[in-house]
């Protein structure tokens, strides 16, 4: 049965069908095409053609409205041509004709319901959930091209099957042709009632999810204004607060950061612009490696690998003072180094003199350093060590938020692809997406499915893979209490959901519901998922524990989905070494050279956070794998994994001595 997008609208935000739902589509105006129809996905147009092809433009010819394409590969099925001729004569898509992809894009063709539609066709050659239909005028043969007519523009009937790039589609089509597509159109979040770690006196900044004391379990650090608080991790979900005994009491801040600065295996903080290296016992003595004025009007701070030497320096944005850069001093030992005019951050096109959120990683995944800040319209900067950094051109947007608020928080991380990073940042209305698939920086936030629903008043964003099923969700915290953050369950080929839209009780606690001043992701609790930690604005440190895996693998009558979710294997890896940890990149790559996934050790910086520096990964095709972690400092070690579904294999990869 055929959902009526309407139905399905008003059955997420809770609304009769009929005139309650114009309301709706005004209100929410283009998520409309965001909803997500489980009954008619694209797996389900695959099975109910005779053939499936993935096309490509070669021409257009505006004044007689045709399109030649080229067939690059047939999916499923026999076809002989290798043209088609594509004509739009029919009035009714003579319009329609003018949004057609350029040359060399991607369309996606579904040819013949059996008999008696044997010359239908159903193509897919836009974003924006733009499908089309027409029929087979002439079939065509090897040297003779194929005859099409575009009879159709589809609107409504379609919305909620895939709204996205054609190439993704395309993606989507080939792997399912290989059994190892995976689109999932039903809701499986799952997390437990909130737990609350502690309150603090004043709104929370930055927050880490990290293993300070070293006994394996990750603990929890929270800054505030009016003092920051450490809780270890002493059991199973079992938090102490220690923030006297570690001599933290009246330390106050906006953001903290984890490295160990002088290779001695402890974790050492940077908080603001103050780094604490902890002794022996776990108490932590402000150092003078950073001068005092690195601490004035802190934004954000974190440690990064600015000249891959592997050592952790610093970068700080401050208020009103631009973002700045010092230098790890390396083995020789002693205070920080400014490097901010080496590295050309002390001009007025890099941000100088302003202040805002930033994110630091490796955007084209080809070893330049990328910065991303969120002032002006947005600044990108690229350097390849050991050059300063220069300005890239990307699109425009807007950061403006009421005085005395920040928003542009974000990662790069592999969210689109598994081996290619993007660039992942919040703006006032929610996410923004910018990828260099096609050479330059590119917005594909707006082929993203869901990702138009607004997180109002957004803060920052972080991605992980909250679901335990081998994508990069995106999670998003407003910096207002009476907001809520969102959750983009990331379902793969660049389209996504926000689950509690369809299904609110899947995240219950109250936490997730007024906003947070940080956020940071990781396996708490050892299972194999990813948990939460949120820093409230109400001062409430709080861990929104992971249950996905709860029930996986026990369902009676397991759908698609389901099935592939039961044999997906779990992966844990410990990363450590006196040094190059920090911006140290871990892969799992199958026999066939794919890498099935990519992370960062602390990528997800937030508004000034930290994860752990033990990353949990998701495979969704057990068997023989490679683990190769890169420290930041270049040296690299493989490690040969099994991977058995449902199971989860934990790793510690320790760099070789030399």
């Given at each position: 049965?055929?959902i009526s997008p309407l139905i399905l609208l008003s059955a997420c935000i809770g609304l009769t069908p009929a005139a309650?739902?114009?309301?709706?589509?005004?209100?929410?105006?283009?998520?409309?095409?965001?909803?997500?129809?489980?009954?008619?996905?694209?797996?389900?147009?695959?099975?109910?053609?005779?053939?499936?092809?993935?096309?490509?433009?070669?021409?257009?010819?505006?004044?007689?409205?045709?399109?030649?394409?080229?067939?690059?590969?047939?999916?499923?099925?026999?076809?002989?041509?290798?043209?088609?001729?594509?004509?739009?004569?029919?009035?009714?898509?003579?319009?329609?004709?003018?949004?057609?992809?350029?040359?060399?894009?991607?369309?996606?063709?579904?040819?013949?319901?059996?008999?008696?539609?044997?010359?239908?066709?159903?193509?897919?050659?836009?974003?924006?959930?733009?499908?089309?239909?027409?029929?087979?005028?002439?079939?065509?043969?090897?040297?003779?091209?194929?005859?099409?007519?575009?009879?159709?523009?589809?609107?409504?009937?379609?919305?909620?099957?895939?709204?996205?790039?054609?190439?993704?589609?395309?993606?989507?089509?080939?792997?399912?042709?290989?059994?190892?597509?995976?689109?999932?159109?039903?809701?499986?979040?799952?997390?437990?009632?909130?737990?609350?770690?502690?309150?603090?006196?004043?709104?929370?900044?930055?927050?880490?999810?990290?293993?300070?004391?070293?006994?394996?379990?990750?603990?929890?650090?929270?800054?505030?204004?009016?003092?920051?608080?450490?809780?270890?991790?002493?059991?199973?979900?079992?938090?102490?607060?220690?923030?006297?005994?570690?001599?933290?009491?009246?330390?106050?801040?906006?953001?903290?950061?984890?490295a160990d600065v002088d290779g001695d295996g402890r974790a050492d903080l940077l908080i603001d612009g103050r780094i604490?290296?902890?002794?022996?016992?776990?108490?932590?003595?402000?150092?003078?490696?950073?001068?005092?004025?690195?601490?004035?009007?802190?934004?954000?701070?974190?440690?990064?690998?600015?000249d891959h030497d592997g050592f952790p320096d610093v970068l700080v944005s401050q208020d009103g003072g631009g973002l700045?850069?010092?230098?790890?001093?390396?083995?020789?030992?002693?205070?920080?180094?400014?490097?901010?005019?080496?590295?050309?951050?002390?001009?007025?096109?890099?941000?100088?003199?302003?202040?805002?959120?930033?994110?630091?990683?490796?955007?084209?995944?080809?070893?330049?350093?990328?910065?991303?800040?969120?002032?002006?319209?947005?600044?990108?900067?690229?350097?390849?060590?050991?050059?300063?950094?220069?300005?890239?051109?990307?699109?425009?947007?807007?950061?403006?938020?009421?005085?005395?608020?920040?928003?542009?928080?974000?990662?790069?991380?592999?969210?689109?692809?598994?081996?290619?990073?993007?660039?992942?940042?919040?703006?006032?209305?929610?996410?923004?997406?910018?990828?260099?698939?096609?050479?330059?920086?590119?917005?594909?936030?707006?082929?993203?499915?869901?990702?138009?629903?607004?997180?109002?008043?957004?803060?920052?964003?972080?991605?992980?893979?909250?679901?335990?099923?081998?994508?990069?969700?995106?999670?998003?915290?407003?910096?207002?209490?009476?907001?809520?953050?969102?959750?983009?369950?990331?379902?793969?080929?660049?389209?996504?959901?926000?689950?509690?839209?369809?299904?609110?009780?899947?995240?219950?606690?109250?936490?997730?519901?007024?906003?947070?001043?940080?956020?940071?992701?990781?396996?708490?609790?050892?299972?194999?998922?990813?948990?939460?930690?949120?820093?409230?604005?109400?001062?409430?440190?709080?861990?929104?524990?992971?249950?996905?895996?709860?029930?996986?693998?026990?369902?009676?009558?397991?759908?698609?989905?389901?099935?592939?979710?039961?044999?997906?294997?779990?992966?844990?890896?410990?990363?450590?070494?006196?040094?190059?940890?920090?911006?140290?990149?871990?892969?799992?790559?199958?026999?066939?050279?794919?890498?099935?996934?990519?992370?960062?050790?602390?990528?997800?910086?937030?508004?000034?956070?930290?994860?752990?520096?033990?990353?949990?990964?998701?495979?969704?095709?057990?068997?023989?794998?490679?683990?190769?972690?890169?420290?930041?400092?270049?040296?690299?070690?493989?490690?040969?994994?099994?991977?058995?579904?449902?199971?989860?294999?934990?790793?510690?990869?320790?760099?070789?001595?030399?």
């Amino acid at each position: 049965m055929r959902i009526s997008p309407l139905i399905l609208l008003s059955a997420c935000i809770g609304l009769t069908p009929a005139a309650d739902v114009v309301v709706a589509v005004q209100a929410i105006g283009s998520s409309l095409r965001g909803l997500v129809n489980p009954t008619l996905q694209p797996f389900d147009h695959f099975e109910r053609y005779l053939a499936v092809l993935w096309l490509e433009v070669v021409t257009v010819d505006a004044d007689k409205r045709t399109v030649t394409l080229a067939v690059r590969h047939v999916l499923k099925g026999d076809f002989v041509p290798r043209t088609i001729t594509l004509s739009a004569t029919a009035e009714a898509v003579a319009g329609a004709f003018q949004q057609l992809p350029e040359p060399g894009l991607t369309v996606v063709a579904f040819v013949g319901k059996g008999r008696r539609g044997a010359n239908e066709v159903l193509f897919y050659a836009g974003g924006e959930g733009q499908w089309q239909t027409g029929k087979v005028s002439a079939v065509g043969d090897a040297t003779t091209a194929a005859m099409w007519e575009w009879t159709e523009v589809i609107k409504e009937a379609m919305y909620g099957t895939f709204n996205g790039h054609p190439a993704q589609l395309a993606a989507m089509m080939r792997d399912h042709a290989a059994g190892r597509g995976f689109f999932p159109a039903q809701v499986f979040t799952h997390f437990r009632d909130d737990l609350v770690l502690g309150t603090l006196a004043g709104p929370i900044g930055g927050v880490a999810l990290y293993d300070v004391d070293g006994d394996g379990r990750p603990d929890a650090v929270a800054t505030s204004p009016t003092g920051c608080a450490l809780f270890l991790q002493r059991a199973a979900l079992r938090f102490d607060d220690a923030t006297a005994a570690a001599g933290l009491s009246g330390v106050k801040g906006r953001s903290v950061n984890v490295a160990d600065v002088d290779g001695d295996g402890r974790a050492d903080l940077l908080i603001d612009g103050r780094i604490f290296r902890q002794d022996a016992v776990g108490h932590f003595a402000l150092t003078t490696l950073l001068p005092a004025e690195v601490n004035r009007a802190v934004v954000m701070s974190i440690f990064a690998d600015l000249d891959h030497d592997g050592f952790p320096d610093v970068l700080v944005s401050q208020d009103g003072g631009g973002l700045h850069a010092w230098r790890h001093p390396g083995a020789a030992g002693g205070p920080y180094v400014d490097a901010t005019a080496a590295l050309g951050l002390n001009q007025p096109e890099h941000g100088a003199g302003q202040s805002g959120l930033f994110s630091f990683g490796d955007l084209r995944g080809d070893g330049r350093d990328s910065l991303f800040i969120a002032v002006g319209g947005g600044v990108l900067l690229e350097r390849k060590a050991p050059d300063a950094f220069v300005p890239a051109a990307m699109p425009s947007y807007d950061f403006t938020v009421p005085a005395g608020t920040r928003t542009g928080g974000g990662t790069l991380a592999a969210v689109f692809d598994s081996a290619k990073p993007t660039l992942c940042f919040a703006n006032d209305r929610g996410v923004n997406l910018v990828d260099t698939a096609t050479g330059s920086p590119r917005d594909v936030g707006r082929y993203g499915n869901e990702t138009v629903v607004i997180t109002a008043n957004c803060h920052a964003v972080i991605a992980e893979d909250m679901h335990a099923a081998g994508n990069l969700d995106i999670y998003a915290i407003s910096r207002s209490p009476t907001a809520s953050n969102n959750l983009y369950v990331n379902r793969g080929y660049g389209s996504f959901m926000v689950s509690t839209r369809y299904r609110a009780e899947v995240i219950p606690g109250k936490a997730h519901l007024h906003g947070a001043g940080g956020v940071a992701a990781g396996d708490a609790d050892g299972d194999g998922a990813n948990d939460l930690l949120l820093g409230g604005v109400d001062g409430r440190l709080v861990l929104l524990v992971n249950a996905v895996l709860a029930e996986r693998g026990k369902t009676e009558n397991p759908t698609r989905q389901d099935a592939v979710l039961a044999q997906t294997a779990l992966l844990s890896v410990a990363v450590t070494g006196p040094r190059g940890v920090v911006g140290a990149q871990v892969s799992v790559i199958d026999p066939h050279e794919r890498v099935m996934a990519t992370r960062i050790i602390g990528g997800n910086v937030a508004t000034g956070c930290r994860g752990p520096d033990t990353v949990t990964l998701a495979i969704r095709e057990a068997g023989e794998y490679r683990v190769v972690v890169r420290w930041s400092d270049g040296a690299t070690k493989t490690m040969p994994v099994t991977l058995t579904p449902n199971q989860l294999t934990s790793l510690r990869v320790a760099r070789d001595a030399r």
